[in-house]
């Protein structure tokens, strides 16, 4: 591995979550919410409609919680640029089984 030089990394990961109580995981979504620092004079939804959304999709709830600025936090000359994250109920998705191929596709490297 070379040290030198801006490389782009793409991170891919899936985590399973089970949760027992999603009346807990909605009120630590609305509390991150409400500590975010949002300024709601900008944004289409008031901060109380954002709050009653949250509180009724557990997906949604769960999804806000993941903070990949802190994957890297303390690690010098490393920044999260973006990305997309989501949570979904049930069974892993088939495009995110080992070999992250498309469905139908044969994976592009052998599965355990």
Do not use: H, N
């Amino acid at each position: 591995m070379t040290g030198e030089g801006r490389v782009v990394m793409q991170v891919y990961c899936r985590i399973e979550v089970v949760v027992d109580d999603p009346v807990a995981v909605a009120e630590q979504a609305v509390q991150t919410l409400r500590e975010a620092g949002i300024d709601w004079s900008a944004e289409r939804d008031t901060l109380e409609e954002a709050v009653a959304e949250i509180r009724e999709d557990l997906s949604q709830a769960l999804a806000s919680l993941v903070e990949p600025d802190r994957m890297l936090q303390g690690v010098l000359k490393t920044q999260v640029r973006g990305g997309r994250w989501w949570a979904e109920p049930g069974a892993p998705a088939e495009r995110f089984t080992p070999g992250f191929g498309e469905p139908d596709s044969p994976p592009s490297r052998p599965v355990p």
